[in-house]
């Protein structure tokens, strides 16, 4: 569906709501006409996306993705909002204890009430992975990995994207750095670059399974710092700002829309909002202290310090050994 010239506009609640889904969307799209071409805004009415963790990441991306214009989605996660996610995470106080994916559901609809969203409390499991990513266009992933349970059930997903051949997103908000990821695996063959799979999951711990797969290489210093004081705390929870997983759902959607459109993305994005808004002296200072934040992790990691030194070598050994699927 394209976007054809509007000669009235809607100002009141009562006029959107009696119009039919289609001048709905007419009107809901008008403004991305001249910068979204009509035949990619004809993709987005027509694709299915599946938004798989709702929390800070994957539900930065939900209403940016309803408002550009996807229609039919299906959402996931099996958490509720507590206080602590009101820092950064889409939901107000009368949020708390409903469930993220409920709630990112009741958000498309609000911006857009024709829409298709169906609603998968549960979140993503070995058992379901299959099914949630059968039919999908995209798959945005914002499933957490701060748990083991977590961890297994993206490594699930990406299996479930490379088993259907499901081009994939994925984010990291790192201190002020959001680092947004492209896995198109309808042309790779291994998740994560073959850095890590689902065997080696009972072997790792849930931090050296993250080392894993992390991209450590954007990971500023005050996160390395942070990490090092903290990372033998069982019960430590990792700090997220706003200014970081907000930028997920521009970057997401953008990527999104060239996903379907058959535009190449690279693999990481990275975008530092504390480098872009620093002075000259403060990145000097962050470059120094960047090396050392490193070296202080490695030691704190005590047996797994190989870890980090392991990382971009078979990540780049998966990439060089990796064959294309021949194109669909």
């Not at 820092?87 to 009368?94: P, Y």
Request: charged letters at 20%.
């Amino acid at each position: 569906m394209g976007v054809a010239m509007i000669d009235v506009d809607v100002a009141t609640v009562d006029e959107a709501r009696n119009l039919d889904p289609g001048a709905y969307y007419q009107h809901l799209v008008y403004r991305n006409k001249g910068l979204v071409p009509a035949q990619v805004q004809q993709r987005i009415h027509a694709a299915k996306v599946l938004v798989a963790g709702c929390g800070s990441v994957g539900g930065a991306a939900v209403q940016p993705l309803a408002r550009v214009g996807f229609r039919d989605f299906r959402v996931a996660d099996t958490g509720t909002y507590e206080l602590n996610n009101l820092n950064r995470q889409t939901a107000f106080l009368d949020d708390l204890g409903k469930n993220k994916a409920a709630a990112a559901a009741e958000a498309i609809t609000r911006i857009n009430p024709y829409t298709d969203v169906s609603v998968y409390d549960t979140g993503v499991t070995r058992e379901n992975a299959a099914a949630l990513v059968d039919g999908v266009d995209v798959i945005v992933d914002g499933v957490d990995v701060t748990t083991k349970s977590g961890f297994a059930a993206k490594i699930a997903l990406h299996e479930a994207a490379l088993a259907q051949h499901k081009p994939l997103i994925t984010g990291w908000d790192l201190a002020g750095v959001m680092c947004a990821q492209f896995f198109d695996y309808r042309q790779i063959r291994a998740i994560f670059d073959g850095a890590i799979d689902s065997a080696e999951l009972d072997s790792l711990t849930v931090w050296e399974a993250v080392f894993r797969i992390a991209p450590m290489r954007h990971m500023p210093a005050s996160m390395l710092f942070e990490l090092s004081k903290n990372i033998a705390d069982p019960d430590y929870s990792v700090p997220q700002l706003p200014e970081a997983a907000w930028q997920f759902g521009s970057l997401a959607c953008h990527m999104a829309v060239r996903a379907i459109s058959g535009k190449k993305i690279p693999r990481n994005v990275p975008v530092d909002v504390h480098w872009q808004t620093s002075t000259l002296d403060e990145h000097l200072e962050q470059l120094v202290k960047k090396p050392l934040g490193y070296a202080t992790l490695v030691r704190t990691l005590g047996p797994a310090r190989s870890l980090l030194s392991l990382t971009s070598a078979r990540s780049w050994a998966g990439r060089l050994i990796s064959r294309r699927h021949p194109p669909r």
